[in-house]
Nanobody
């Protein structure tokens, strides 16, 4: 059974940092597209970052570029999202998602790219 489990969310003040983790079981992150999405209350889910685990190529939404870093630890089968300089508008439930093996990250923010989703971890940034 495939499971993606996010952790690391919490409450921080503006300018603070958090590191989210997405640990996988039942699959490995080899040759997959892994993305982080967020959904704020009353808004649609949006993609914020993605990594092609085979090549290591990363992609960021304009809203987080320069502040967030997506990375992977293959030995731990975990993908991370380092979030720096957090703003109140970053407040949301953050979900990670993974594709099946061999899926290109050509459309990293298209939800149809992904086959597996985690339950999410809440991030709250106060001003």
């Amino acid at each position: 059974q495939v499971q993606l489990v996010e952790s690391g969310g919490g409450s921080v003040q503006t300018g603070g940092s958090l590191r989210l983790s997405c640990a996988a079981s039942g699959l490995t992150y080899n040759s997959k597209c892994v993305g982080w999405f967020r959904q704020a209350q009353g808004k649609e889910r949006e993609g914020v970052a993605a990594i092609s685990t085979g090549s290591g190529i990363t992609n960021y939404a304009d809203s987080v570029k320069g502040r967030f870093i997506i990375s992977q630890d293959k030995a731990k089968n975990t993908v991370y999202l380092q979030m720096n300089s957090l703003k109140p508008e970053d407040t949301a439930m953050y979900h990670c998602a993974a594709s099946r093996a061999g899926t290109w990250c050509s459309r990293p923010y298209f939800e149809g790219t992904y086959n597996y989703w985690g339950q999410g971890t809440q991030v709250t940034v106060s001003s």
